[in-house]
């Protein structure tokens, strides 16, 4: 993975004391707040609803175990002994003291960590799959390209104060799992007809208020000229993303505005001014970034593990932790390990001190010490050999990590709502710890099968439950907080968003609605179908009429 050279711990550390500074002004009645709210803003600092919160970059969702004993540490010490992972594959910490942040980036920094960008009007932390380098079905490990975007995008200066924040998702498998097409821009590795590879640049996409399916404006990217183009699209942005309207601002909106063959055209326009000049990455500064990311030392193994076969027959809950949460590598012998942060009881996506420093230590024992966040909240150890999948699932379950619940129900995609953001119209967690312990039946669960929950505490879909088979929406109705419930989002290659079914619920009928679809799944399916299959084969009527008892006379529009 990307290690700082001197130049970047050189820059990291004078933002620190910089940050410092500005603060002890702050503190000192020196700064208003308005002037202090943008310079926080720079370093991932928010003001939430009970206190601070600081968003950590986690670039790509990879750590290193000596990061992650770091983050833990700082749970601990300045924190109440835990931290929430994010679905941009980040960290961050809900009660830090607002004079303590300094040192805190401090100690980030001494392990090559920070918070830059992590909020704002600019390029965010650029995200991909969580199985990059090492999945099965992989055509090229997008780490590299998403390494030299993230040194393209930091402290850029023309692109620090864009009309609204910029998310950028890189795909290099034949399944999508970095979900490119609800991103501003999508990034796909493609291979053209003389084998060549390349990407599909898509843009507009995004969640939030007006959620859209981005668009491809370019088939085929060569891989030199990656930057020159995003460059481009970013140029076109700034220059005509609206300004006047923080709710129009997102590039989506100007692409629909113009229409995405409107769009393309005018970066073509911009990029013909740049496309062969300094931006074009050579085969040097390419094989420069790709040698971050070496392959491990690997041990030859000649097919299945004899061992690791016996065990899942004798096993049958090892069994089942392995269908759900090990996922095919592309080197013999190894797999890729997803730790579950979701179990019965615990807001999704929170560790504590204590699980991350045990969670460190397996990858240390059992991953070449590295470790990966997913955007669905999960911690992976991507390097692990089939002999010892048996003593590490001992071990995970020994820390809370073992639950298969792996794209399942209960393995919901939540953000922290209202317990804890100031934009939130309702909570999102208590919703979520009821549906999971209704359904806190694992034959029950996988008889299932794959169902996608994702649930936002408002309408800025940091759950991203547009794209969720089911989706939860926190709503004010007169002060209170209710919900809203839609049905056939997905993500990945056919993505789609979910269609509200109606009237939205009171938080204490939240788990009954949730099995009544269920119950309308189960009615409707055929075989072993998914939930996703079900519903595009008999439509969102029978759910309407599960769930309301008749067709409801009135509906919502899709976003209170």
């Not at 990879?62 to 960290?91: C, P, V, W």
């Not at 199985?131 to 079905?137: E, K, L, M, S, Y």
Request: proline share 5%.
């Amino acid at each position: 993975m990307y290690i700082y050279d001197e130049y970047d711990q050189q820059i990291v550390d004078q933002r620190v004391a910089q940050y410092r500074d500005q603060t002890k002004r702050y503190l000192a009645g020196e700064l208003t707040d308005e002037e202090f709210r943008p310079l926080r803003l720079q370093n991932g600092l928010y003001i939430q609803r009970h206190a601070p919160m600081l968003r950590v970059a986690i670039p790509y969702g990879h750590l290193t175990s000596r990061q992650m004993r770091k983050l833990g540490e700082i749970a601990r010490k300045y924190d109440k002994d835990y931290a929430h992972f994010t679905t941009r594959q980040n960290i961050q910490y809900n009660w830090p003291l607002l004079e303590n942040v300094p040192d805190i980036l401090a100690e980030l920094a001494s392990v090559q960590m920070h918070a830059i960008q992590t909020s704002g009007n600019c390029i965010r932390n650029t995200t991909s799959d969580q199985f990059a380098g090492v999945a099965h079905d992989e055509l090229i490990d997008p780490r590299p390209w998403c390494e030299i975007i993230r040194q393209w995008s930091t402290f850029h200066p023309e692109f620090a104060h864009l009309p609204r924040k910029f998310k950028i998702a890189v795909n290099g498998s034949e399944q999508d799992r970095a979900a490119i097409l609800v991103h501003d821009i999508g990034i796909n590795v493609v291979k053209n007809e003389a084998g060549v590879v390349g990407f599909e640049v898509y843009v507009g996409g995004g969640l939030g208020r007006t959620p859209i399916v981005g668009s491809l404006i370019k088939p085929f990217l060569e891989q030199e000229h990656l930057l020159s183009y995003l460059d481009a699209v970013l140029r076109v942005y700034n220059r005509y993303g609206r300004r006047d309207n923080k709710y129009k601002a997102r590039i989506k909106i100007l692409v629909k505005a113009m229409t995405p063959e409107a769009f393309g055209a005018k970066v073509d326009q911009e990029w013909a001014f740049t496309k062969n000049g300094p931006m074009t990455l050579t085969q040097d500064e390419i094989l420069r970034n790709h040698k971050f990311f070496t392959v491990p030392a690997y041990e030859s193994f000649a097919g299945d593990d004899a061992e690791f076969t016996r065990l899942k027959a004798e096993n049958p809950a090892f069994a089942r932790w392995v269908s759900r949460n090990v996922f095919g590598h592309k080197q013999p012998g190894y797999a890729a390990v997803t730790f579950s942060l979701k179990p019965t009881g615990v807001a999704p996506g929170d560790a504590s001190s204590a699980q991350l420093d045990a969670v460190a230590d397996l990858a240390d024992q059992y991953s070449f010490g590295e470790l990966r966040v997913s955007h669905e909240q999960n911690l992976i150890l991507a390097d692990v050999k089939q002999s010892e999948l048996f003593t590490l699932w001992e071990a995970a379950k020994a820390i809370g990590f073992a639950t298969p619940n792996i794209g399942l129900l209960t393995d919901v995609i939540c953000c922290p709502g209202g317990d804890f953001c100031s934009l939130a119209n309702a909570k999102s967690i208590p919703i979520a710890l009821a549906i999971q312990e209704r359904f806190d039946n694992l034959d029950y669960l996988f008889d299932l099968g794959e169902i996608d929950l994702n649930m936002s505490g408002c309408m800025n879909a940091c759950g991203h439950h547009h794209v969720g088979n089911i989706g939860i929406l926190g709503v004010d109705k007169n002060g209170s907080e209710w919900y809203q419930v839609s049905l056939g989002g997905r993500q990945g290659r056919q993505a789609s968003l979910a269609k509200v079914i109606g009237p939205s619920f009171a938080q204490d009928q939240m788990p009954e609605v949730m099995e009544k679809i269920i119950n309308v799944f189960v009615a409707n399916r055929l075989a072993d179908e998914k939930f996703i299959d079900v519903f595009d084969r008999v439509g969102i009527e029978p759910f309407k009429v599960g769930v309301y008892g008749e067709k409801p006379a009135k509906k919502e529009p899709a976003n209170v």
